[in-house]
């Protein structure tokens, strides 16, 4: 265990890890359809320096980062959006409890949601998904929504809390809300608006992940973010696009760089609208499962796990040889239209 | 006051800067209107947004493991194809000339995917706005390309729909040559049914292809142009021979030859959608449709013959008036299974429409000299009668 640790933490594996993105952009773009215009993203990418990968490689360190080290809604890209979590600005109480505040934006944006599609969503911070909130079970947690879009929209965080928290009211088209209660309990949750009509303010892109932490931190590994989402272009209530962080195909075209018998830990997110389930499937290995992340032991391991809106859960696992593996929605009318990726696993001591 | 009047012939016959500026000076009051107008906007208050752009689609041709489509920009703002998706699966496209298409432009999408026969496809383009424009492959089979035997192979279905039906139809000619005066006015009337039945088909087809081509082309303006200037058109060629001097046998021939005309662009446009059909699968259940045709194009040869039952011409004639009746479905067929489009499509059958309505108004008039005063007796609107329900109890077989 301390052997994973000390690799984690050493500078060279932290920049190397940070250039998943410009390796990649090299590696992979040949395997899987995605048009002409799918290309263009990628030179983007290319483009972006490895000077972001401290900012990437947040995550696993489990440290206190301040908002200011969060990555601004332009900079952002689904694999940066993988490891990029965001702690609040930290203080302390007289009784020594945490507090953590969070700032969110709600705003009108246009975002890309696959190669040259544009689509008018309604973001939190910019971005969809929206943030990943990070805490400590017990932490006070203060979430001031700022909304600056055209319409109501409000927080709701699953998890415990005060009624009067719970984000059902709305928070009028520029004025702000803070949200506020304790941590509770560990495990992975979820944030979305719930303005009625709620569907429309779903699949416009208004949620994010909260996670968590227990008191006794989890084992460390590389831990990813996936919100798997559709997004229904023409309003048609069907989504003609799925993706995993917002972009279809994009792990597809910059797979996941990893290293043999490095332990992941993927927090995984289903907000898919209009579809009555989402799915991820594990190529060429097994994962233990932990729905909700709220129990320290394992329910399940196996390959498939299939989640209903709303529902999430913890995969751990860990490759034992190097090579390309490949993962995606089992429906495979989604993992056609957006939702595939690749992990691209090297050898331990590259 | 008499100074004006005085120079007043000469400002008609003169074209002057005057004139001219005259002539000028409303379109510039309406450049100044439309420029107004777009400035205020008559105080309506309207999104910024550009209307999204619509996209048509052309010829869809089908090879071994491709699909290779054409659309075009047929809405007025500038449009860019950003993903196509097949079977709802988005798939790897080769976009030429460009992906971003303006008014009228054109691009050929080809895509490597292994599409299977008999079965349903459906082609997909999503804008870079995320609107989706849909096409469906109702039976996906390989496009027929252009190869002698395919050409022999449509040139035997144009043979069996077109030329086989109107020759047999002609060989009433012995038959009706027995027939007195008034039977002679009656297969005159029942001709005018029959044909007013076939323009109208002809028109209707005209339409409901016109409605389907992209809209700048202005379908159903097409149509009505196609069908006005035959009309006119051949009217207009009828009085440049008229000028010559023509006895009343040449004169019929004459009508008869216009009749196969018409009936020949009408089979055009028929063997057009064989062709079109066949090479989009269509023609699965063709057999049966080709048998329908063949009955139903038995009356165009009978039509043909009927105004030269007094005149006896060269035999030479039959085989001519024959061929400018039932060839054009060879024709037909060739470029609608090799070339078809919606726009020339739509243009044949309203120039094959405009060309039977003339025909129906030139045996109308012989009608009326044949018959005297009134044209319009018993007996020939009986005619008429029976040939409207000719064609439409042989079309209960198509």
Redesign the interface.
């Known amino acids: 265990m301390s052997l994973l640790r000390d690799k984690f933490f050493s500078r060279r594996d932290l920049l190397k890890l940070g250039a998943v993105g410009t390796l990649s952009a090299v590696g992979a773009n040949f395997l899987l359809?995605?048009?002409?215009?799918?290309a263009q993203s990628k030179d983007d990418l290319r483009a972006q320096t490895i000077a972001h990968a401290q900012h990437a490689l947040q995550g696993p360190c489990n440290c206190e980062m301040s908002t200011a080290n969060l990555l601004a809604a332009d900079e952002m890209n689904p694999t940066k959006f993988l490891t990029t979590f965001d702690y609040g600005v930290v203080s302390q109480l007289a009784d020594g409890r945490t507090v953590r505040e969070y700032e969110i934006i709600g705003e009108d944006k246009e975002i890309k949601?696959?190669?040259?599609?544009?689509?008018n969503a309604w973001t939190y911070n910019g971005f969809v998904p929206g943030p990943t909130l990070r805490a400590t079970e017990g932490d006070i947690v203060r979430v001031k929504f700022i909304n600056k879009g055209s319409h109501p929209h409000s927080i709701h965080f699953h998890g415990i809390h005060p009624a009067n928290m719970d984000g059902l009211e709305s928070v009028p088209s520029g004025s702000s809300f803070t949200y506020e209660f304790t941590a509770e309990p560990f495990g992975l949750h979820l944030y979305h608006c719930h303005t009625m009509p709620l569907k429309r303010h779903i699949h416009k892109g208004l949620y994010g992940t909260f996670i968590v932490d227990p008191k006794i931190p989890r084992a460390p590994a590389t831990e990813l973010v996936m919100v798997m989402n559709g997004?229904d272009?023409?309003q048609d209530a069907e989504n003609?696009?799925y993706t995993v962080n917002g972009v279809?195909?994009w792990f597809n075209e910059h797979p996941i760089e990893l290293r043999v018998n490095e332990r992941v830990r993927i927090y995984l997110v289903n907000i898919t609208e209009f579809d009555p389930i989402n799915s991820l499937h594990l190529h060429a290995n097994l994962f233990y499962y932990y729905p909700t992340g709220t129990n320290p032991t394992p329910r399940d391991y196996t390959d498939t796990v299939a989640l209903g809106q709303g529902e999430r859960g913890i995969l751990e696992f860990q490759y034992k040889t190097p090579g390309r593996y490949m993962f995606h929605a089992h429906q495979s009318?989604f993992a056609?239209?957006?939702w595939m990726g690749f992990f691209n696993v090297k050898a331990a001591d590259v | 006051m008499t100074e004006m009047n005085l120079s007043q012939p000469k400002t008609k016959t003169q074209f002057t800067a005057r004139t001219l500026a005259l002539a000028i000076i409303p379109l510039i009051l309406l450049a100044a209107i439309i420029a107004i107008f777009l400035a205020t906007n008559a105080g309506l208050q309207t999104s910024a947004s550009v209307p999204p752009g619509t996209l048509a689609f052309e010829r869809v041709v089908l090879r071994p493991e491709q699909i290779i489509f054409s659309v075009i920009n047929s809405g007025t703002s500038e449009i860019?194809?950003?993903?196509?998706?097949v079977d709802?699966?988005?798939?790897?496209?080769?976009?030429e000339p460009r992906?971003t298409l303006q008014r009228l432009e054109r691009a050929t999408i080809t895509l490597n995917y292994p599409w299977v026969e008999n079965e349903r496809h459906e082609i997909k383009v999503?804008?870079?706005?995320?609107?989706?424009f849909k096409r469906e492959i109702a039976l996906a089979v390989e496009t027929p390309q252009p190869s002698p035997q395919m050409f022999l192979s449509f040139a035997l279905i144009g043979l069996y729909v077109g030329i086989l039906p109107i020759a047999l139809g002609m060989l009433w000619y012995p038959f009706l040559r027995k027939i007195g005066k008034r039977g002679m006015d009656f297969v005159l009337a029942l001709t005018v049914g029959l044909l007013i039945f076939l323009g109208v088909e002809t028109l209707s087809e005209a339409l409901e292809i016109g409605g389907r081509v992209p809209k700048p082309f202005q379908g159903t303006g097409l149509v009505t142009i196609g069908v006005v200037v035959t009309f006119l058109a051949i009217i207009a060629i009828g009085q440049l021979n008229r000028g010559r001097a023509r006895d009343d046998a040449s004169q019929k021939l004459y009508l008869a030859y216009l009749i196969a005309l018409g009936i020949g662009l009408h089979n055009l446009g028929e063997g057009l959608a064989i062709g079109a059909s066949y090479a989009v699968g269509e023609l699965a259940l063709g057999a049966f449709l080709v048998i329908g045709f063949i009955i139903q194009n038995l009356t165009e040869g009978f039509g043909i013959v009927v105004p030269i039952i007094r005149v006896r011409p060269a035999l030479k004639h039959f085989a001519a008036l024959g061929l400018l009746a039932g060839a054009p479905a060879i024709a037909g067929t060739w470029l609608g299974g090799f070339l078809y489009s919606d726009v020339f499509a739509a243009l044949f059958f309203a120039i094959g429409a405009g060309a039977i309505f003339q025909v129906v108004y030139e045996i109308a008039k012989l009608l009326g000299k044949e018959s005297g005063t009134s044209a319009w007796n018993a007996l020939n609107v009986a005619g008429l009668f029976t040939g409207l329900a000719i064609v439409y109890v042989t079309g209960l077989l198509v």
């Open positions: 359809p995605k048009s002409n215009a799918a949601v696959a190669g040259g599609v544009k689509f997004f272009l023409d003609e696009f279809a195909f009318e056609e239209l957006g | 860019t194809i950003a993903q196509v998706a709802n699966a988005i798939w790897e496209s080769k976009i992906a999503i804008t870079s706005d995320g609107i989706s």
